[in-house]
């Protein structure tokens, strides 16, 4: 599976929309984005993931560049229990035992007041 | 979407025992995954947990340290043995696969152990 790079922390006022990056510049043409966030002393949620088209939910939208060498997630209107680490993931989607997923350090989010 | 809950949620365990943790889904689900994450680390996976036959273990990861049984669809076990400090780490089961498909993969709530 492709690496990918986001940055180490990040913060975002209440309210305000928060924008996290990753960059995955040796994606293949068959892995996908995937977004995950863990908020303290829980297990992973999932969030969202996308090929190639932009994809929104109702947690959040991502935003994959045309070349797919990277994306953005966007949460809209951020709030404190969003505060957590944010993970970007790329995997080829499901082929059987092809399917674990490979967590990098991630991005951890402060929302404040 | 699948609920995932594990038992214990935490325990404390003297050096050279051994624990067994419980991971229930409460939908059939085809696959299973075991991950560790040690203090301040992100999440890395164990195994993969096979219905009906021997776990796919990840490197750096042996049965002898780590077996696993998943008897059906629903159930699996991860047994931490011959215990020592370094085993300490919070331990997640996941899930993917239900009958609405396999596009995201489901996580439990996660064991925090602690060796002394």
């Known amino acids: 599976d492709a690496k990918t790079t986001q940055p180490t922390s990040m913060d975002c006022a209440e309210g305000r929309a928060a924008n996290l990056p990753c960059n995955h510049s040796?994606?293949?043409?068959?892995?996908?984005v995937y977004w995950y966030r863990q908020i303290h002393s829980q297990g992973p949620q999932y969030i969202i993931h996308g090929l190639k088209n932009n994809e929104t939910n109702e947690m959040a939208s991502l935003i994959i560049t045309e070349d797919r060498k990277s994306s953005t997630l966007i949460l809209p209107h951020a709030t404190l229990r969003d505060t957590a680490v944010y993970y970007c993931i790329v995997r080829v989607g499901y082929t059987g035992t092809a399917s674990k997923l490979t967590f990098g350090t991630g991005t951890r989010l402060q929302v404040t007041l | 979407s699948a609920v995932i809950s594990q038992k214990p949620s935490r325990d404390i365990c003297q050096r050279g025992t051994s624990l067994t943790i419980q991971c229930q889904v409460d939908?059939?689900?085809?696959?299973m995954f075991w991950y560790r994450q040690q203090p301040g680390q992100s999440l890395t996976l164990i195994a993969t947990?096979?219905?009906?036959?021997?776990?796919?273990?990840e490197s750096g990861f042996v049965i002898d340290k780590f077996p696993i049984s998943r008897p059906n669809l629903t159930f699996s076990t991860l047994t931490v043995s011959n215990m020592s400090p370094e085993d300490s780490s919070i331990y997640l089961c996941?899930?993917?696969?239900?009958?609405?498909?396999?596009?995201?993969?489901?996580f439990g709530p996660g064991t925090r152990l602690t060796v002394l």
């Open positions: 947990a096979n219905q009906g036959s021997e776990a796919t273990y």
């Open positions: 939908s059939q689900v085809t696959m």
């Open positions: 996941s899930a993917e696969g239900t009958a609405a498909g396999y596009n995201e993969q489901f």
């Open positions: 040796t994606i293949s043409g068959n892995e996908y």
